[in-house]
């Protein structure tokens, strides 16, 4: 199991958060993801996760992410 940690500043309400968990849940090998709308952290938890694959996906969302 493989946890990456993410900044989404711009991330501020739960239609943000669906979006992101949304584009997140397409990407192979993500079995879960956790959000934190205060701190604006997402946490991805699955196997063999790639980063760059996962700030793909929030980018589709429409969101900037660095990795934390």
Not at 5 to 20: D, I, L, T, Y
Not at 28 to 41: E, H, I, M, P, Q
Not at 50 to 66: M, R
Request: hydrophobic share 55%; aromatic share 2%; proline share 1%.
């Amino acid at each position: 199991m493989t946890t990456i940690a993410f900044q989404v500043p711009a991330m501020s309400c739960g239609h943000c958060e669906a979006a992101v968990r949304g584009e997140l849940a397409k990407v192979a090998g993500v079995t879960s993801v956790d959000v934190d709308l205060a701190a604006k952290d997402v946490v991805v938890h699955g196997a063999d996760l790639v980063a760059a694959d996962l700030v793909a996906a929030i980018d589709e969302a429409g969101y900037d992410a660095t990795v934390a």
